[in-house]
């Protein structure tokens, strides 16, 4: 974190606890039991976020009907909820599928392929182009930003998501 003023910069990478502690390789098989991966501020804290980066690795991306090489039943679910329940479904209308899915929400990048079968894909999600506000957590309230794994991805090399913004 850097700070400005009293303002810090945040860059936190969402894993399966929300406080940085838990797995963040977002490979993972959600398929039996989804696999949710947060950012959840502590109590006292609250996250201005402006900015979602995505990056995934897989041996190919060259198909637009698939996430990778793999074909996805359910997709990957983007929220934000407290402890009362989901506050903001992005993804109720339509779950991410395949990676041009991502275009919906995001930039997101035309794959680049190393030649070798490792081809990457990334996603800049600028929150306020497209709702028109940062996305606020407050952790007395119990705030979050999620994504649910809900489909065995675990074929991926990796992916991971860092939200970046201010405390």
Not at 72 to 86: K, M, P, Q, R, W
Not at 122 to 135: C, Q
Request: aromatic residues 12%.
């Amino acid at each position: 974190m850097a700070a400005v003023g009293t303002e810090k910069f945040i860059y936190r990478i969402l894993d399966t606890v929300g406080d940085g502690s838990g797995t963040t390789d977002m490979a993972v098989d959600g398929s039996t039991t989804p696999v949710v991966f947060m950012v959840k501020p502590a109590d006292g804290e609250t996250f201005k976020f402006k900015r979602l980066n995505l990056v995934a690795c897989a041996t190919s991306f060259d198909r637009a009907d698939r996430y990778g090489d793999l074909t996805l039943a359910t997709g990957f679910e983007i929220y934000t909820g407290n402890s009362l329940g989901v506050t903001k479904d992005f993804t109720a209308q339509l779950k991410i599928t395949a990676w041009p899915m991502w275009g919906l929400l995001a930039g997101s990048d035309i794959p680049t392929s190393a030649g070798v079968g490792f081809d990457s894909f990334s996603v800049r999600w600028t929150f306020d182009k497209g709702s028109g506000e940062d996305i606020e957590l407050v952790g007395s309230q119990g705030d979050y930003f999620a994504i649910k794994v809900n489909d065995n991805v675990a074929a991926l090399i990796y992916q991971y998501v860092m939200l970046q913004g201010k405390q």
